[in-house]
């Protein structure tokens, strides 16, 4: 698996993951335990990064959920933050007095989470907590709350279980980092 001039390293395997996920899923029924099946929780998946993640997640919850997805955009082909992001649709659009769970695949500059919290919260959401797959908090911009964080990576493109390199890579199991190797000698 090679990406234009680049190479890559596994950060963390599949196994990795799923123990991971277990015991974040655990944190999440426990602290959203007076949830109903009148009223779920209300888990948002921001498209398309967080698919995979949220399909694992929340078949590891022991409460009841409703799912929803909102596209967010800021990136493009491009792999650095525009800083604009928008918000491009949401299948559910009344969220007054719910309790929401925004799933997220990675939070980077802070600008997508800061921009659905705001959103969200003028859709009259009640409690609102975020859950990120990765935090890179070193590329941090806007301060923003973040819930329950699968792993912490470092300030590298980071790719594979629901994360792309422009499109590709995204049904990989594992996540992996872009490497950039030394310009060739000439
Ligand atoms: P933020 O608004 O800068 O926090 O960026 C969040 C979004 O940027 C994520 O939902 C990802 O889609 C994308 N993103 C940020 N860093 C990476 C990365 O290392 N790999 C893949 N996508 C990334
Ligand atoms: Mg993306």
Redo the contacts with the bound molecule.
Sequence with gaps: MTHHHETFVELFSAGMIDKRLDALAQQISREFDFVTETVPLVVIGVL??SFIFLADLVRKLTIPVEIEFVRVTS?GQSQTSSGKPEILFATLNDFTGRDVLVVE??VDTGYTVDTLLKYLRSLGANRIKVCTLLDKPAKRQMQVPVDYIGFEVAPQFTFGYG??VAECYREKNGIYALENLPEPQS
């Design positions: 398309k990064g990136y695949d990675i994360l792309d």
